[in-house]
């Protein structure tokens, strides 16, 4: 461990008055970030654009388009999971875990995005894995249109709730 400093550039400031530059929830690193929220936001129109690209694709029969976008809207959706999961809501979580009530809602939410989550992954990954043609469009759109349903509700309930309560945590 005595070689640690040798490693670092001496020109950096140390790790803790770097991380002063930012609130952080208490006992966390992560710090409340003033650009996550457009970048959430930023993901979620881009989620709104795929799918109706998609929807444009597969009226038109193109199904080889509507795999290939179904595949950038996993890796898209997969990053945003990924920055929500750990930027978001570990931020809120830790910055409200004195407050019951608060707390729970967060958890609520928090599962049910897992939970809604997994069920466009499932979508992804089957549709991903099999020939879409002619014959399994239909089914192919009725369950599009549902998952399309639940993002739209994964979408509302971060942007007028839990958006919102992050920002006042600056």
Same mark, same amino acid.
Request: with cysteine; proline share 4%.
């Given at each position: 461990?005595?070689?640690?400093?040798?490693?670092? @550039?001496?020109?950096?400031? !140390?790790?803790?008055?770097?991380?002063? #530059?930012?609130? /952080?929830? !208490?006992? #966390?690193? %992560?710090?409340?970030? !003033?650009?996550?929220?457009? /970048?959430?936001?930023?993901? +979620?129109?881009? *989620?709104? $654009?795929?799918?109706? +690209? %998609? /929807?444009? =694709?597969?009226?038109? #029969?193109?199904?080889?388009?509507?795999?290939?976008?179904?595949?950038? =809207?996993? %890796?898209?959706?997969? $990053?945003?999971?990924?920055?929500?999961?750990?930027?978001?809501?570990?931020?809120?979580?830790?910055?409200?875990?004195? +407050?019951? @009530?608060? =707390?729970?809602?967060?958890?609520?939410?928090?599962?049910?995005?897992?939970?809604?989550?997994? &069920? %466009?992954?499932?979508?992804?990954?089957?549709?991903?894995?099999?020939?879409? $043609? $002619?014959?399994?469009?239909?089914? *192919?759109? #009725?369950?599009?249109?549902?998952?399309?349903?639940?993002?739209?509700?994964?979408?509302?309930?971060? &942007?007028?709730?839990?958006? !919102? =309560?992050?920002?006042?945590?600056?």
């Amino acid at each position: 461990m005595a070689l640690r400093g040798w490693f670092q @550039d001496p020109t950096r400031e !140390p790790a803790a008055s770097r991380s002063s #530059a930012r609130p /952080q929830a !208490p006992g #966390a690193r %992560i710090g409340h970030d !003033p650009l996550l929220i457009e /970048q959430l936001r930023r993901d +979620h129109r881009r *989620f709104l $654009d795929l799918f109706a +690209h %998609i /929807q444009g =694709l597969l009226n038109s #029969a193109d199904y080889d388009g509507v795999k290939r976008k179904l595949g950038e =809207l996993r %890796i898209t959706l997969q $990053d945003h999971l990924l920055l929500a999961s750990t930027r978001l809501y570990v931020y809120l979580s830790q910055r409200f875990a004195t +407050h019951p @009530d608060r =707390l729970a809602a967060i958890s609520q939410h928090r599962s049910a995005m897992h939970s809604n989550s997994r &069920e %466009i992954m499932d979508f992804l990954r089957t549709y991903s894995a099999i020939r879409l $043609d $002619d014959q399994s469009a239909t089914m *192919f759109q #009725a369950e599009f249109l549902a998952i399309g349903t639940a993002l739209m509700q994964r979408i509302e309930c971060e &942007e007028t709730i839990l958006f !919102p =309560l992050y920002r006042t945590l600056r």
